[in-house]
């Protein structure tokens, strides 16, 4: 098997197991969001140092502290992924995972204006174009709901959020993720132990297996991670960019199929605009990269 192939396989690997998220959160119910997102990020942590352990990374994790601009870029995300993290159990336990898959159908296009508006890139004509009808889409929505999709925005803001913060920081994935769950676990930890004193933890009351499989969220987490950090250095970003769309598919079709959640005519008008907004995007920024490598080569050629 070449590379670039096993490449592809992990990163279809990954987006499938994030794709998959909506059917192992309600197995941790009758925890609440909070409660769940509390051990995620405690097992997150304990599962990532561990790996960090095995395959030797201690001295890479260790360096991300003698920077203070490193150290505080992932504090910040790692404060944003959690309010990621916990808008999204939320919204899939309150039936909807719908509108949780809009909002990373919308996340790559929300990444772009950050990167308009915050490092001052500049957009083609077609972008925004693709933006305007994204946020089209946005009004409809907000009519159909009755409100704006805050769970869908929240989730696409965040996310992009992380995402700059981590491409700033330009450090690796294992060594920064691991970081930022161990910055947040002392306040994941102390709200467990108030769950436990208080009576209200749901960790050793529904059984062994129920235990368990709060346990694994801490797995469930790293496996689909490394996965993707595997992908990311062996396939090409074009490819990478079309995978990502992988795992909302999965998500809206989990929510219209299988949860059998409610999709008025509003609502697939909307959703139906953000996926013409993300094959107009897609569609230019492969035209554009094609374009670069083609002046680049002449270039080269020339020289």
């Given at each position: 098997m070449t590379d670039q192939r096993r490449g592809l396989l992990?990163?279809?690997?990954?987006?499938?197991m994030w794709?998959?998220?909506?059917?192992?959160?309600?197995?941790?119910e009758p925890a609440?969001?909070?409660?769940?997102?509390?051990?995620?990020?405690?097992?997150?942590?304990?599962t990532m140092g561990l790996?960090?352990?095995?395959?030797?990374?201690?001295?890479q994790f260790r360096a991300l502290f003698h920077s203070r601009r490193t150290f505080l870029l992932l504090a910040l995300a790692a404060f944003v992924i959690t309010f990621n993290w916990a808008t999204?159990?939320?919204?899939?336990?309150?039936?909807?995972?719908?509108?949780?898959?809009?909002?990373?159908?919308?996340?790559p296009l929300v990444t772009v204006l950050m990167?308009?508006?915050?490092?001052?890139?500049?957009?083609?004509r077609l972008q925004w174009v693709a933006i305007g009808v994204a946020s089209l889409a946005v009004v409809v929505l907000t009519i159909d709901y009755g409100s704006p999709p805050w769970?869908?925005?929240?989730?696409?803001?965040?996310?992009?959020t992380y995402g700059l913060a981590k491409k700033t920081a330009n450090v690796g994935a294992l060594e920064s993720t691991t970081l930022e769950a161990t910055l947040v676990a002392p306040f994941a930890a102390a709200y467990i132990a108030y769950l436990v004193a208080t009576g209200g933890s749901n960790f050793a009351s529904h059984g062994a297996g129920h235990a368990l499989l709060l346990a694994s969220s801490g797995l469930v987490t790293a496996v689909p991670l490394i996965c993707f950090g595997a992908a990311a250095i062996r396939i090409s970003l074009v490819s990478l960019g079309l995978l990502q769309y992988l795992a909302p598919?999965?998500?809206?079709?989990?929510g219209v199929l299988y949860f059998h959640e409610d999709m008025p005519a509003g609502r697939w008008i909307g959703f139906v605009l953000v996926w013409i907004a993300l094959a107009m995007f897609t569609v230019e920024a492969t035209r554009h990269r094609r374009r670069q490598l083609h002046l680049a080569a002449h270039a080269a050629a020339a020289a």
């Open positions: 992990l990163g279809l690997a990954a987006y499938v794709g998959a998220f909506p059917l192992y959160w309600p197995h941790l609440g969001a909070l409660e769940i997102l509390a051990h995620r990020v405690l097992w997150s942590m304990i790996l960090v352990l095995l395959l030797r990374r201690t001295s999204y159990i939320w919204g899939v336990n309150n039936g909807r995972v719908v509108e949780t898959s809009l909002g990373y159908f919308i996340n990167g308009v508006f915050i490092l001052g890139e500049r957009l083609r769970v869908a925005l929240i989730l696409a803001f965040s996310f992009g598919i999965i998500q809206f079709a989990l």
